[in-house]
């Protein structure tokens, strides 16, 4: 436990100490801590905690329950989340000698975006930055796909982005795709095959 509990305070040490000296050089003192919680008061339908508030409080007003207020169901099944994600996140890492401490802590951030209040879709990468450092077998391409994709899941105005592309010529998006990807892609050569070994050669073996 000692060996354990010893990194841990290391790591707050240095969080704190990287705090505060950002902090005091920005100028503009404590206040974005009490901010912390303020994206609470956002009440979207991409968090499933908040979600399942307002759907139970949308249930309870259509069979009468005109008592049931939605301040008090989001309450409930966001400290219900809040719960689960402390509970799962004690498990994975009082466990994470088996997948590594890395890759634990980044699946309980994961875990954490997940059923708190708000998600964002640039809230995953805090457990992506971890997970790319800890991936096994052919999880990379798993990853990938959440990176290249995620950034566009709340991308502002997406109604007019999709119309746009409705009315636009199809032959030249889809000239512009090929291109772009073969730019992309092309360079960074295998990662996109099926083929790779789930385990290291025998080869690398000692």
């Not at 968090?47 to 309870?60: C, E, F, K, N, S």
């Not at 964002?120 to 391409?141: D, E, M, N, T």
């Not at 795709?177 to 990662?191: D, E, H, K, Q, T």
Request: net charge positive.
């Amino acid at each position: 436990m000692r060996q354990r509990l010893r990194p841990i305070g290391v790591s707050l040490g240095v969080t704190a100490a990287v705090f505060a000296l950002w902090t005091w050089l920005a100028g503009f003192g404590w206040g974005w801590v009490a901010n912390l919680t303020s994206n609470g008061a956002v009440r979207s339908w991409d968090a499933p905690m908040t979600a399942l508030g307002l759907t139970l409080a949308d249930t309870g007003h259509v069979l009468g329950l005109h008592s049931l207020s939605v301040t008090t169901m989001l309450t409930v099944t966001r400290a219900l989340g809040f719960a689960i994600a402390l509970g799962a996140t004690a498990w994975l890492l009082l466990a994470g000698e088996r997948r590594t401490w890395v890759r634990s802590l980044g699946l309980s951030l994961i875990v954490l975006v997940i059923l708190g209040p708000v998600v964002q879709p640039w809230y995953f990468v805090w457990g992506i930055a971890l997970l790319s450092a800890s991936y096994i077998k052919r999880q990379h391409f798993w990853i990938l796909v959440l990176s290249i994709t995620g950034p566009f899941a709340g991308l502002p105005g997406g109604r007019d982005l999709v119309t746009g592309l409705a009315h636009s010529n199809v032959l030249l998006i889809a000239t512009a795709i090929i291109v772009l990807g073969g730019v992309l892609v092309v360079p960074m050569g295998r990662w996109t095959q099926w083929s790779w070994a789930q385990e290291p050669s025998d080869a690398l073996q000692p």
